[in-house]
């Protein structure tokens, strides 16, 4: 299967190699005798570049190169839910007790356990006609993941045998006879080729949103299961933290966290914490509904590239068995820099600050494999991909190639601003340059499971964020005393609902996390004391007297509530409309 | 017997380009010898076919391309180690400096080190105090953190630096512990100044100096500060030492690096820097760290000077991506008096949440430090505001936010270059302050810390 090739030029992570009459565009090419992994990027006559996914210091021309034929794939089959591998999925458990500490080259270590068995528990039986993305049985994978092993693409026909019993990922655990009579062992374990989406019936419009319990989120700036989002925003800005926020929280079957260029420490901080959480949903570890590609600032530039193709392909693999799955992507402009640096040295000509001409339709390209979709199968099962990814805009110029590029494809746009940063205003999400264009779509869901009254809510806080922004320029420029009581009022309210609603301590135990009705309930409290003070106010009640209300420290309480004590939150709204009843009526009095 | 070429065809700026070499590596380091008694260092940075592109530490000047002799060495740059190392200076390559002894080497390392598996990394979570208000009360350093602090031109970062090497320490743990100094570019005085204290403050035994300075050559920085990190390295998990690295100034290496981009004339990024720059920065920073089951740890302090005190250039840009904070300095504090100048409300240290709280510091930590951000923006909005409408257009509420702005930067940033604040004064200063403001506005603190930490009025009347 294989011709040596020989290394003629090294420069950083690209190789050229001679001598490769079979290779193909994208083919994984073993380099050198250590045989570092690498793929072929550009074919020219005889020669062949390559972007090494190891540190290449030490090779030189002369050494030999030889090419597998085969693009760069991942394995999926039970045992990917709570791993953690590098760019090329390689695990990074298996790779530390065999080679230590550090990550040695040429390390090779198969993704999954060959040797560990599952419980394979047969849904078709003898005689079954299936066809590709049937499910042919399932696997208790961990407490909370079913999953689900599907027919492959290419197999279709009539179901031979299925075992029910314990199995490798390499075992057979059906046969399945063709209408040419040929029979095909299906093992759990399939392959699939990390740069090519998997294919699905037909793709639906989202409508459902992804619910994060996230306040500004949620209420505000919802993502549609099946939807795509990005978080722009410069250093510090807590980008991570929101994604974190993302991963730990939202009522999906199955996260994919892709660490692509970071630090290595925001990994370790996964891997120490999500064991340790528990899914809101279920009480299980959200360990045991992840999975996590790592590949920090420190690894090898290339397999960063492959990063968040193989996590993506890990994804649309559970979205295909009809899950809902998040993927979130820290951060995509990493990525994008690694696209620069190998077409910086197969010297192409640069667009945009040297990113390659490219950049815009490879990012479009990654974002669309998101999506609801009708997954192949007979049964028509649902699946869905989110897709969240970070941008790290130099200097927090969002007008750079990278954010631009994002923002043409995705539907939300959570621009976190630093200024609410240093104010520790989290998540500094700023409200005025943030959009989510599947409003209309939730809203739709809001009102049939809350009412119109929870539609209502957002419009009524986000008008007067607005207005609060047109007040404060003339504050800016006249002082706070030519406003109204009534435009003071206003400036009140608008603050209540930045630092008691919108403002979110995620490292606070209940704060982290606010379920939607909560955060109606809440809002709702917010808004209620707004109405009420401003009736009270036009009615002749004092300004100072309705600001002062002993019940506003309550409200900036009420986040800490618990989630389902609806009572706390009657007797909240009570006490409010007793107050401001209070003053209204000295205020009548005194008029 | 290395082999040895005569055949050295060019040489431009930092870079130098032999042909008819047999076998070079990518990355291999290379002797020059310009003439007789000349000796130079390079590392090959490309080899396509039989040209080796290589890169030279101590500049090209004097080189004739007929009389340069070049051996390739066949193995990348390495630092000798050995547990003498401590107490020695050396250069910016790792040679002895001064009357520091040659070291008998206990093993070679190679510099560029290797990446950690994510998977081995410790999570940074145990409490450093610097005895510094601003860095422990509100940007706690955490062991085996990099926070690198942010200056310009003319601010104090050096006795910062200083006195965090000299008051750094581990509550209630008595440990081996070093100090690791690479200078890049920096002047005689500037490395005298740490030379000297650490010197009389009897830290020098246990310190390690890589010292290339202003007039050194520039191509050699590239190499020094992982000639530091190579050196924490081998003191932290070999002789499992607790290592604190402090490297200045990283902007002369990023210089160093764009003129060696600039020479092989590699499509630039931002300003000139190469568009590998992130992740330059990210083979160095990324080595401090803890490590599963090890005893030691790099705790990584990198100063840089921003050009123009600008936050978006890339050097900082770049860094404050990769590190787990920034420590930012400001001028204006500066210019008021206040030492250290640090500018609270941009610096971070994204760490602090899991080295403080009970059992680490203090149960109130986390509100406190929350409330006490949010009051000094709010306070600083209000003074800006007051600059342009005067004192009398703000409410009641905010002139005593702008009042606690100014008492906040007197006294809780403030403080002597000597002065070694404990946490518990540093948590107490800051609830001193905040019982300045009305107990409604203190939003971000639990009801029961409120009730046990906060001063009486009559306690804080008492105070002032």
Redesign the interface.
Same mark, same amino acid.
């Given at each position: 299967m294989s011709v040596g090739g020989r290394i003629v030029k090294v420069s950083g992570p690209l190789v050229v190699a001679e001598g490769l009459p079979e290779a193909r565009m994208y083919d994984v090419v073993r380099v050198s005798e250590a045989g570092l992994i690498g793929e072929i990027i550009e074919v020219r006559g005889d020669r062949v570049s390559i972007q090494v996914y190891e540190e290449t210091a030490g090779l030189g021309p002369g050494e030999p190169v030889v090419t597998t034929g085969e693009p760069l794939s991942v394995e999926l089959a039970p045992g990917l839910v709570e791993s953690i591998f590098d760019g090329i999925q390689r695990p990074l458990n298996v790779i530390r007790e065999r080679h230590g500490d550090r990550i040695q080259r040429g390390v090779d270590a198969t993704p999954l356990d060959r040797t560990r068995r599952w419980l394979f528990a047969p849904r078709v039986k003898a005689g079954d006609q299936v066809v590709p993305g049937d499910i042919l049985g399932t696997v208790q994978e961990t407490k909370i993941v079913e999953h689900r092993i599907l027919v492959p693409p290419g197999v279709s026909g009539r179901v031979v045998e299925a075992a029910a019993g314990e199995f490798t990922i390499t075992d057979p655990v059906a046969v399945v006879e063709r209408a040419d009579g040929s029979r095909v062992e299906v093992a759990m374990l399939q392959r699939w080729p990390v740069r090519k989406g998997r294919p699905v019936a037909e793709k639906l419009a989202p409508t459902e949103p992804l619910l994060t319990g996230q306040r500004i989120i949620d209420t505000f700036f919802p993502v549609a299961k099946g939807g795509t989002a990005c978080v722009p925003g410069p250093f510090g800005s807590g980008k991570t933290v929101v994604q974190h926020q993302l991963a730990k929280w939202p009522d999906a079957d199955l996260i994919v966290y892709v660490g692509c260029g970071e630090r290595g420490n925001e990994m370790t901080d996964v891997l120490m914490e999500f064991p340790e959480l528990r899914d809101p949903k279920s009480g299980e570890p959200l360990m045991k509904r992840t999975v996590l590609i790592a590949n920090t600032s420190d690894m090898p530039v290339a397999a960063r590239e492959a990063s968040i193709y193989t996590g993506i392909t890990i994804a649309e693999y559970f979205r295909d068995m009809g899950y809902s799955v998040a993927l979130m992507a820290d951060s995509t402009s990493r990525w994008a820099e690694a696209l620069r640096e190998m077409s910086g040295r197969l010297e192409e000509m640069p667009g945009e600050e040297g990113y390659p001409a490219y950049l815009g339709s490879r990012l479009a390209e990654f974002y669309e494999r998101a999506g609801k979709a009708k997954v192949l199968g007979s049964d028509g099962r649902l699946g869905a991909l989110t897709v969240v990814g970070a941008v790290s805009p130099p200097g927090g110029d969002l007008s750079e190639p990278v954010t631009q590029n994002t923002l043409r494809v995705v539907k939300v746009f959570w621009g976190l601003d630093a200024n609410l940063a240093y104010r520790r205003h989290f998540p500094a999400i700023n409200w005025l340059i943030s959009y989510s264009l599947y409003v209309d779509q939730v809203d739709a869901f809001l009102r049939e499971q809350y009412g119109e009254e929870a539609v209502g809510l957002r419009q009524e806080a986000m008008a007067l964020l607005q207005e609060e922004a047109s007040l404060e320029e003339i504050v800016r420029l006249v002082g706070v005393d030519a406003l109204s009581a009534a435009d003071r009022l206003t400036l009140e309210a608008a603050r209540s609902v930045r630092e008691d609603f919108l403002h979110q301590n995620a490292f606070h135990e209940v704060d982290t996390y606010t379920s939607l009705e909560k955060q109606i309930r809440l809002l709702g409290a917010v808004l209620a004391w707004y109405r009420e003070a401003k009736e009270a106010l036009a009615a002749g009640a004092a300004l100072e007297k309705l600001l002062k209300l002993p019940v506003r420290e309550a409200i900036a309480r009420a986040r800490y509530l618990p989630e389902h004590d609806a009572e706390a939150f009657a007797r909240l709204r009570a006490e409010i409309a007793s107050q401001v009843a209070a003053v209204r009526e000295e205020g009548e009095v005194v008029a | 017997m290395l082999k040895e070429y005569r055949t050295v065809r060019e040489v431009a700026g930092p870079l130098m380009l032999v042909e008819g070499v047999e076998? =070079? @590596?990518?990355?291999?380091l290379v002797e020059i010898e310009a003439r007789e008694g000349d000796q130079r260092r390079g590392r090959v940075?490309?080899?396509?076919?039989?040209h080796a592109l290589v890169q030279l530490f101590e500049g090209s000047a004097g080189i004739n391309l007929g009389q340069a002799k070049v051996r390739f060495l066949g193995r990348?740059i390495e630092l000798a180690v050995a547990p003498d190392i401590l107490g020695g200076v050396y250069d910016g390559l790792g040679r002895p400096r001064g009357n520091t002894p040659r070291l008998v080497a206990e093993r070679r390392m190679d510099i560029?080190?290797?990446?950690?598996?994510?998977?081995?990394?410790?999570?940074?979570n145990e409490f450093i105090q610097t005895g510094i208000s601003t860095i422990d009360g509100l940007n706690t350093l955490v062991r085996?953190q990099k926070l690198p602090v942010f200056s310009g031109a003319g601010l104090p970062h050096a006795q910062i630096a200083a006195q965090i090497a000299r008051q750094a320490k581990v509550l209630g743990a008595e440990e081996k512990f070093a100090v690791v100094f690479g200078a890049m570019g920096i002047t005689f005085e500037e490395a005298n100044f740490f030379m000297e204290d650490f010197r009389a403050t009897g830290a020098l035994e246990r310190s390690v100096l890589f010292i290339n300075l202003a007039n050194d050559p520039a191509i050699e920085r590239i190499a020094t500060p992982r000639m530091a990190l190579t050196c924490a390295e081998y003191l932290a998990y070999d002789l499992d030492m607790h290592v604190l690295v402090i490297l200045s100034d990283m902007t002369n290496y990023c210089e160093a690096l764009r003129e060696v981009s600039a020479a092989r004339r590699?499509?630039?990024?931002?300003r000139g820097y190469p568009?590998?720059l992130?992740?330059d920065l990210?083979?160095i920073y990324?080595?401090a760290?803890r490590? @599963?089951e090890?005893k030691g740890s790099i705790t990584l302090i990198p100063i840089l000077t921003m050009p123009e005190d600008d %936050?978006?250039?890339?050097i900082p840009?770049?860094t404050?991506? !990769?590190t787990?904070?920034?420590i930012i300095l400001s001028r204006e504090l500066h210019r008021k008096g206040i030492y250290p100048p640090v500018n609270v409300?941009?610096s971070?240290s994204?760490?602090k949440? @899991?080295g403080i709280g009970p059992g680490k510091t203090r149960e109130d930590h986390?509100d406190t430090m929350?409330q006490l951000?949010?009051a000094y923006?709010?306070g600083k909005e209000a003074k800006e505001?007051a600059v !342009? %409408?005067?004192e009398?257009?703000?409410?009641e509420t905010d002139k005593l936010f702008a009042k606690f702005a100014d008492a906040f930067e007197d006294r809780y940033v403030r403080q002597g270059p000597r002065e070694d604040r404990s946490i518990d004064q540093t948590l107490d200063l800051g609830w001193e302050l905040l019982a300045m403001l009305p107990r =409604?506005e203190l @939003?971000?603190i639990r009801?029961e810390f409120l009730a046990k930490y906060l001063p009486t009025p009559a306690d804080s009347t008492a105070a002032q």
């Open positions: - | 076998g =070079a @590596k990518y990355g291999e940075l490309e080899v396509s076919g039989d990348g560029n080190g290797l990446p950690i598996n994510p998977w081995a990394r410790d999570y940074p085996g590699e499509v630039p990024g931002r568009g590998y992130y992740t990210a083979t990324e080595r760290g490590i @599963k090890r %936050l978006t250039h890339p840009d770049l404050g991506y !990769i787990e904070g920034q409300l941009p971070l994204r760490l949440d @899991k986390a929350n951000y949010a923006a709010r505001l !342009i %409408l005067g009398a257009a703000l409410s =409604a @939003k971000r009801d």
